[in-house]
C-alpha cells in the first residue's frame, strides 16, 4: 500500500444513523471517534456508539483500527475485538472494502480515492474533516448520562487469552495527566496500574504506567522507591527490543511514566493459545534472538534485568504481520552489584518469579549477576518450546522446587528438539551461575551457533 499522504482514505457509513457520512482521514495520523464532542470525529447521532470509541491510525503507509474500551464493542469484518467483552487492546490492520461496525453504524474503509458510496443509489453523502483531538476532562455526570443512552449488544463469546487482565475502569475514575488523555486500564501488577492513553497534541497512542494509590504507608513508599528506579532505567536504555521511554512527571503528587504503546499482547499470553506441546524453534527462535539482543543490550550497560518471564516479554505487531519482542517492566533491575553504598540503583530484596527464577536470586534477592538474567531467558524459552514451565511444580511448590533444583529435562518434554539446542538450554540453567553461559550476549552467540 502506498503511504497515507499520497492516497485518500475515508470511512463511508452505509448503514445506522450515520448513514450518507463520508470522514475524511486527512493530517493524521491518529483519529478518535466517539461521542465525545471533544473527539476527532463526533459520532454523537449514534447513541449506541460510547464516548470515546476507537481510534484509527493512518502512519507508516498502513491504516489500522483499535477499540478504545467501547461498552458494544468495534466489529471488523463481523469479528469483535477489543471492548469490554472482546479480547484484549490490539492493532488490527485494515484493507480497502473492510467493513466496520460501531454501534449501530456500519463504516466501509475506501484507500486510494476509489470512494465507496459513489456506487449507493439513494444515499446522500456528507464529507466530514477532522477537527483538533482536544484534552478531556472526565466529568461523571456527563458519562453516566451518556452511557445510559447506550444499546446493549449481545456477548460476544470470545474468550480473552489476557486471562488475569484488569478490567476497564469506567473513564470518571481515570487519572488527569496534562497532556494526555486517559481512555481505559489496560493491565498492571501487583505495584503497579497501566492505562492507555491518548497524547493531546498528536493524537498518538501511549502506555501511562502509575504506581498504584490503594498500598498502605510502608508498602507505598517501597512502591515509590521502585517506581522511581525503573523510571530512570528505562531513560537509560534506548533499543529496538526495550520499550520506549516517552516521559515522566507528576500528576496530582502522583508519578507517572509515559512509555510506547504495544499493541501485540505479551509472551505469555501468545504461549497460552498456542496448541498443547509448545512452538515449533522456527517459530520461536526469532523471538528468544531479539529477546537476548535486547538482554544483551542491558548487560552492555551493567545492568541485570532481574524479572525476565514472558509476561514481560511484550509483542509489538509488525507490518505484514510479524511480532517483534519489547522487553518491559524495569522495576526490579539493577546494576551489577552486591553493594547498595553508592550504586544508583541498588539491589531491593522483592519480586522475581519464582517459576524463571535461578536458585541464587530466590536464596539471595540482594545478589545482582547477569548469569541469574541467563538462567530467566532460557526459562523463558523452555516455556515457549514445551508450553510448561522448566521446574516439576506449580504454585508455592515452585520456590521449594527452585531450591531443590528440580527441573525437568526439555528433550522429556520435547523430543524431537535439536540436541544442540536442548544442550545450550541446558547450560544456561545450570543450578551454579559460573556453569552458565557469562552474559545474554554470549548466549546469543552460542545460541547463533547451534542454530548454524
Not at 479480547?87 to 472494502?97: D, Q, T
Not at 447506550?150 to 473513564?171: H, Q
Not at 538474567?373 to 520456590?399: C, E, I, K, R, W
Not at 543450578?431 to 554470549?442: G, H, K, L, V, Y
Amino acid at each position: 500500500m502506498a503511504d497515507s499522504d499520497e492516497q485518500t482514505v475515508s470511512l463511508v457509513c452505509t448503514k445506522g444513523p450515520l448513514r450518507g457520512k463520508v470522514f475524511e482521514l486527512i493530517g493524521g495520523p491518529a483519529f478518535v471517534f466517539g461521542r465525545c464532542p471533544k473527539s476527532h470525529f463526533n459520532l454523537s447521532e449514534d447513541p449506541s456508539i460510547s464516548h470515546l470509541h476507537f481510534l484509527v491510525d493512518i502512519s507508516d503507509g498502513r491504516v489500522r483500527i483499535t477499540d478504545l474500551g467501547s461498552t458494544n464493542g468495534l466489529k471488523v469484518n463481523l469479528s469483535l475485538l477489543n471492548g469490554k467483552t472482546g479480547a484484549p487492546n490490539a492493532f488490527v490492520e485494515l484493507r480497502h472494502g473492510d467493513s466496520i461496525l460501531a454501534g449501530s453504524s456500519l463504516f466501509r474503509l475506501s484507500i486510494g480515492g476509489k470512494s465507496l458510496h459513489e456506487s449507493r443509489e439513494g444515499v446522500s453523502t456528507e464529507t466530514i474533516a477532522a477537527s483538533r483531538f482536544q484534552s478531556l476532562q472526565p466529568d461523571a455526570q456527563a458519562i453516566a448520562a451518556l452511557d445510559s443512552q447506550t444499546i446493549a449488544t449481545p456477548k460476544s463469546g470470545l474468550k480473552s487469552p489476557g486471562r488475569d487482565r484488569e478490567p476497564p475502569a469506567p473513564a470518571a475514575e481515570l487519572p488527569h495527566i496534562a497532556g494526555y488523555t486517559l481512555v481505559s486500564r489496560i493491565g498492571g501488577g501487583g505495584g503497579s496500574v497501566i492505562y492507555k492513553a491518548i497524547k493531546d497534541d498528536s493524537g498518538a497512542i501511549a502506555a501511562i504506567k502509575m504506581p498504584r494509590p490503594e498500598a498502605g504507608e510502608t508498602k507505598r513508599k517501597r512502591l515509590l522507591d521502585t517506581f522511581r528506579r525503573e523510571i530512570e532505567i528505562t531513560r537509560l536504555l534506548s533499543h529496538p527490543n526495550i520499550i520506549r521511554y516517552l516521559g515522566n512527571g507528576l500528576a496530582d503528587g502522583q508519578p507517572f511514566l509515559a512509555l510506547e504503546y504495544i499493541d501485540g499482547g505479551n509472551l505469555e499470553d501468545l504461549i497460552w493459545r498456542e496448541a498443547a506441546g509448545g512452538m515449533e524453534l522456527d517459530r520461536a527462535a526469532p523471538m528468544f534472538i531479539e529477546m537476548l539482543e535486547a538482554l544483551a543490550h542491558m548487560h552492555e550497560a551493567r545492568i541485570v534485568h532481574r524479572d525476565i518471564k514472558p509476561k514481560n516479554i511484550l509483542l509489538d505487531l509488525r507490518r505484514g504481520g510479524g511480532l517483534a519482542v519489547k522487553l518491559s517492566d524495569m522495576g526490579l533491575a539493577c546494576r551489577f552489584s552486591n553493594r547498595a553504598d553508592g550504586d544508583l540503583f541498588p539491589a531491593i530484596p522483592d519480586g522475581g518469579t519464582p517459576a524463571y527464577m535461578p536458585p541464587e536470586q530466590l536464596s539471595d534477592l540482594t545478589r545482582v549477576i547477569p548469569q541469574s538474567d541467563v538462567f530467566s531467558a532460557a526459562a523463558t524459552f523452555y516455556h515457549m518450546l514445551t508450553g510448561t514451565v522448566p521446574y516439576n511444580s506449580t504454585g508455592q511448590g515452585q520456590a521449594l522446587a527452585v531450591l531443590d533444583r528440580d527441573i525437568m529435562p526439555i528433550l522429556d518434554r520435547k523430543p524431537d528438539l535439536q540436541p544442540e539446542i536442548a544442550m545450550l538450554i541446558a547450560r544456561a540453567m545450570s543450578p551454579r551461575p559460573e556453569d552458565r553461559q557469562a552474559t545474554a550476549q554470549e548466549l546469543l552467540d552460542d545460541f547463533r551457533w547451534a542454530l548454524s
